[in-house]
């Protein structure tokens, strides 16, 4: 047995915060990535659940940020000409000054931790900042400073209660003002130390695209992958060690050059594959009002074609095709029918693009399915659920990102 890691890429479609309603962290009954995750977790070879991974923090607000995350004070965001630009998609800030802090407030649907990793960037102008637990003493950050501008992650072993905070401030434990660049928080159920189990990291942003992850900077944004500094606390390294996914639409309206696609695929399959193996989806027929409907028929093309050429062959879920073959329509009609059976929601007038949580529902069941056969095939079980049943009491599962009430309570339990 050992102990597992999964990555999954994408914009919106991924992150599955855009609707208020469908994340667990926002009170909803999962996006399709919660729910796949919580399947797999919740087979006997594969989980229980160790962490729910790197939980950025945020560019804002809902529906570009998530509820997990507040910034106060003045923040300088990193541009592709700073060497320490190595935070996924380019989105972290850096300041210096004891008004400038982010918060992190853990879900309130959340299991309680048993500790917590930090990323930071051990960046040229840092100091030695701190932190502290639901507004307790402020405690020096303690790592031993190189500022070269290296990715850095070193864990706490202090247990944080749904609902409680991680305060991380620019100033060091008097209060005294150090540069300070954090890139997010690993939530953990279980110690770092545990030897089996799953990892599962969601590393999707709002509204960004795969040319933001991969684009070649000053620095390295695909750093979080493979080029982590372990500090104190013995935290574990966020390398995908079974496999990684990538579902991006934001490419096809931000840029809408599928040459540019294919050396973006090119590039993450570069980096992924000497790791794990890489999968691709293919999102369904979103509205036109974001991209054209030949735009988007021709990148789903373009990403059969590359995955087609590399050697192993990229396997490519593409969602489109399926809900096709299940009479949703094919191109220029899709989007329609599934807006109609509840599956997206409607945002700014004619745009329908974000699935709401039926739609989290259908693709959590096939995306398991394929995300089991591709790249856990090799772990017998399925997962541990009552059969034939609705769940009314709750069960409990060690290491749920969920709250039990709020995955189970009142939905059919799965037959797998």
């Not at 979103?286 to 990229?314: F, G, H």
Request: charged letters at 10%.
């Amino acid at each position: 047995m050992a102990l597992k890691q999964f990555t999954f890429l994408g914009d919106s479609l991924t992150q599955g915060t855009w609707d208020g309603a469908s994340s667990f962290s926002q009170g909803g009954k999962g996006c399709w990535m919660e729910l796949v995750t919580e399947r797999l977790a919740n087979i006997s070879t594969i989980g229980p659940l160790v962490s729910a991974g790197l939980r950025r923090v945020a560019r804002g607000v809902p529906p570009y940020g998530t509820t997990e995350w507040s910034r106060s004070g003045s923040w300088t965001q990193t541009t592709i000409t700073d060497a320490f630009d190595k935070a996924p998609f380019g989105l972290a800030w850096y300041a210096s000054g004891s008004s400038n802090t982010v918060t992190y407030t853990l879900p309130t649907q959340w299991r309680a931790l048993v500790g917590f990793a930090i990323d930071w960037i051990d960046y040229s102008g840092g100091g030695n900042w701190s932190y502290r637990v639901n507004g307790g003493a402020w405690t020096a950050m303690g790592q031993t400073l190189q500022n070269d501008n290296h990715y850095c992650r070193f864990y706490v072993a202090t247990a944080v209660q749904p609902g409680q905070t991680i305060d991380i401030r620019a100033a060091d434990s008097s209060g005294s003002s150090v540069g300070c660049l954090p890139v997010g928080i690993h939530p953990f159920f279980l110690v770092p130390s545990t030897t089996d189990g799953l990892i599962v990291h969601n590393i999707a942003s709002d509204g960004l695209t795969l040319h933001d992850l991969v684009l070649s900077t000053s620095g390295d944004r695909l750093a979080v992958l493979d080029n982590v500094r372990l500090g104190t606390g013995s935290p574990i390294s966020s390398t995908p060690t079974i496999g990684a996914s990538a579902m991006f639409i934001n490419d096809v309206p931000d840029i809408n050059n599928t040459t540019t696609w294919a050396t973006d695929l090119d590039t993450l399959h570069a980096r992924i594959t000497p790791l794990c193996a890489l999968g691709l989806i293919s999102a369904w027929e979103v509205d036109a009002a974001l991209c054209s409907y030949a735009s988007q028929a021709s990148y789903r093309s373009k990403t059969k074609t590359e995955a087609a050429s590399y050697s192993p062959a990229v396997q490519v879920y593409d969602i489109f095709d399926a809900w096709n073959a299940d009479g949703f329509g094919g191109q220029g009609a899709q989007n329609i029918a599934i807006f109609n059976e509840g599956f997206i929601i409607k945002l700014f007038g004619s745009n329908a693009v974000h699935e709401g949580q039926l739609g989290h529902f259908d693709l959590a069941a096939r995306l398991y399915g394929w995300i089991r056969a591709q790249f856990f095939s090799s772990y017998i079980g399925v997962p541990n659920y009552t059969v034939a049943s609705i769940a009314t009491t709750p069960i409990t599962y060690v290491g749920h990102i969920a709250a039990p009430t709020t995955y189970n309570a009142g939905l059919p339990n799965f037959i797998e």
